[in-house]
């Protein structure tokens, strides 16, 4: 939310909740905002060196090649957010699954449905 929209919101607490009344355009932009944005974890094995942000967004960059200007956040150790241009990039990202960052390993592994 930008520190405009952010000034004009007025917090009313009710018992042990907090309630805060925005209106439906509000909403609506931060709602479409919201809509290009993923949130991840990276999971690492006990001995790798932790990945900085810098390092993944090389790593994601040689694998997601043909996406254009996106951006990672790092939100708190291990997760981070993804920014995409668009819904087709951020479905683009999503459709390759789970992404293996391991060197050695195959770029992606996809899900395998039965017990075989």
């Known amino acids: ?9 007025r ?4 018992g042990d ?4 009344r925005i209106t439906e355009a509000d909403y609506e932009a931060e709602f479409k ?3 290009t944005h993923l949130q991840g974890r990276v999971t690492m094995l006990k001995n790798d060196v932790p990945l900085t942000t810098q390092a993944l967004k090389l790593k994601l960059k040689s694998i997601w090649t043909n996406l254009s200007n996106w951006s990672v956040t790092p939100l708190a150790r291990g997760c981070f957010e993804f920014t995409f241009n668009s819904i087709a990039d951020m479905r683009q990202a999503l ?5 293996t960052l391991r060197p050695g390993i195959p770029a992606t592994n996809t899900h395998k449905s ?3």
């Open 17 to 20: 909740m907090l309630r805060v």
């Open 1 to 9: 939310m930008t520190p405009k929209r952010l000034r004009s919101l």
């Open 114 to 116: 039965g017990l075989d």
């Open 95 to 99: 459709a390759q699954g789970t992404i």
């Open 11 to 14: 917090a009313v607490i009710f």
């Open 33 to 35: 905002d919201c809509s």
